[in-house]
């Protein structure tokens, strides 16, 4: 670090050619965890994601969809507590290699959770959902009152 800067006695540093941007970029390149992959890197990979979500409404009804390939139905959890809507997911993946006398084991885990708050016209107790083609698709159908009302003509008396 003396190659760098030299820091006097009342603790000011004088710069030998080395500009601020070198300097930042030098911090930056001592906390880089590319740097030390011995010490970084591991056999468990961690995947916390948030999928992309598609909401679209009918007369009837609302429809959450989201996209979630590569999971199972059994992965998912879907709660409903009061108005709030949540939905995650958590998907744990282990590898074991066995090649001679050498042994390897790769973990990985992918998560998600995605909470929504739902409006009072939801008719909570007919909520379905299905999974299919890697989407995740939650069908929240609207209480007879919330439902649009056909036009009528009124006559005038």
Do not use: C
């Not at 009342?10 to 070198?22: D, E």
């Not at 199972?72 to 997911?89: H, R, V, W």
């Not at 107790?125 to 939650?138: F, W």
């Amino acid at each position: 670090m003396s190659a760098l800067m030299n820091v006097s006695k009342n603790g000011n540093y004088k710069n030998h050619g080395l500009s601020q941007r070198g300097w930042s970029n030098w911090i930056d390149d001592l906390f880089n965890i590319d740097a030390f992959p011995a010490v970084t890197s591991s056999n468990f990979n961690t995947n916390v994601f948030t999928p992309k979500v598609n909401i679209r409404e009918t007369k009837d009804d609302y429809f959450v969809d989201i996209a979630v390939p590569g999971f199972k139905k059994e992965d998912f959890n879907i709660d409903l507590d009061n108005d709030t809507l949540s939905i995650s997911a958590e998907q744990k993946v282990e590898a074991k290699n066995n090649e001679d006398n050498f042994t390897r084991r790769e973990f990985g885990y992918t998560s998600f959770k995605r909470t929504f708050t739902l409006p009072d016209s939801i008719e909570d107790n007919k909520i379905e959902a299905k999974y299919e083609d890697g989407i995740l698709s939650i069908q929240l159908p609207k209480r007879e009152e919330a439902k649009p009302k056909p036009v009528r003509t009124i006559k005038i008396s």
